[in-house]
Every structure is written in C-alpha cells, then in structure tokens.
C-alpha cells in the first residue's frame, strides 16, 4: 500500500456553495486539486467564475473537462427547448440534470485515484437546496461505499471519503462560513441562466435561494443582476 497523501479532490461549479467547500479544504491544509466540468450547461459564465476563484484561493491545480451532457438533454440546463422555471416546482424541478452529480464524482474519483488523494470533496446541501435527489445524505454515503468497492485504492486500503461540509447547513450558515474564511462571492456565479456578463437573472429557484441567503446571513449580497 503506498503512503496516504494530503491531496484532495474538489469539485467547482463557480456557485456559492462549491467555492465555499472548496475555501473549507483550503483551510483544513488538503492539497486541492480542483475539477470542473463545461457539461452543455446553459451558462458558460460559471465556469468563468471558477477559473477566477481558483486564482483568489490557494489551489494546486485547476482542470476544466468537457462532457457532453447535452447530447441526452432531459434538463432545463441541458437543452434550450425546456424553459427554466421562474418560480418554486412541486418535486424534482426541470433543472435537475440527470445522474449529473454521479457523473462529475465518478471523474473526480479517477483523478482521486490516480493522485492517491483519499478524499473528495462536493458542495451539496439538503437544507436550502432544489430537491435534487443526488444531494441526499443517503445518496452520498452510497456513493461513498462503492467508490472504496470500485477503486484499486480502496481495495488496498486507502479508505476514500467523500467530504460534504455544507450538507447540513442552512444558506446563511454557508454564508457566513464562507465570509469567515474570506470567500469573495462577488467572483461566484449561481444562476442557472446568468448572461454572458455574468449578471444573474434573479428569478430562478438558484437566485431565490441565494438572495434570501444573503438576507438572513446579514450580509450584502454582491450579486449582479441583469435587471440592476
């Protein structure tokens, strides 16, 4: 079995809560190898806005990997025929991606692998959250259990933990977390459909949830909206 490293794999949307889990590693000393996906998403500014948080912060390394999720579609992030909604859904709402959280984890497994880092770490919530089904506690754990069935590592021995700092935490408490260890969310980008400048459409349920986030942290939203 080879030495354990302090590396760390962190996944980096751009949103509040991936840059605030991403600051948390930081913090917690892991060497953070960040990853990032351009999946077809209707948004490319995100990506954006992850390249200059990872320059703000302290990261070894920053990779951006291109898949083509929307070659299926089935998302309201994913194929321009399906309007994101601008008000709160009963159930999964139309901006789940499929399986999309089960996909950017298998990646990040791999490199975690190839890199010895035993431990991954994501940004999910199921407190102040979309209902998304691949951000349940049980979904992680899951997740968790098969990555150290599935992996060379782990069958040797390098336990893999999946590291979600945020998934009890109201948004204000991610906030101010976030604010506590220095996070410039004025470089984050959470809207689903923010335009080409980076300006939020402050309508969808990603907008709501972060403004009203901002409100009960007592913090000034830095937010820039397209109606501003």
Partial sequence: MSTPSNNAVVL????????????????????????????????????????????????KEHRVVRLHL??????????????????????????YVPARNTVFMSLALAWAEVLHAQHIFIGVNAVDYSGYPDCRPEYIAAFEQMAN?????????ERLTIETPLIDLTKAEI????????VNYGLTVSCYQADDDGRACGVCDSCRLRAKGFEDAGVADPTRYITA
């Avoid at 069935?149 to 021995?157: I, Q």
């Avoid at 906030?175 to 220095?182: A, D, F």
């Fill in 70 to 95: 929307e070659d299926f579609g089935g998302s309201a992030l994913t194929d321009n025929s399906i309007d994101v909604p601008d008000h709160e859904e009963e159930g999964i709402p139309a901006t």
């Fill in 175 to 182: 906030i101010r977390e976030g604010v506590r260890l220095g």
């Fill in 149 to 157: 069935l599935a992996t060379k590592t782990g069958v040797e021995g």
């Fill in 12 to 59: 980096l949307s751009g949103g509040l809560d991936s840059a605030t889990a991403l600051a948390m590693a930081v913090e917690r000393g892991f060497n953070c190898y960040v990853l990032s996906f351009d999946y077809g998403q209707r948004s490319q500014t995100e990506l954006l806005a992850a390249k200059k948080i990872t320059r703000d912060l302290d990261v």
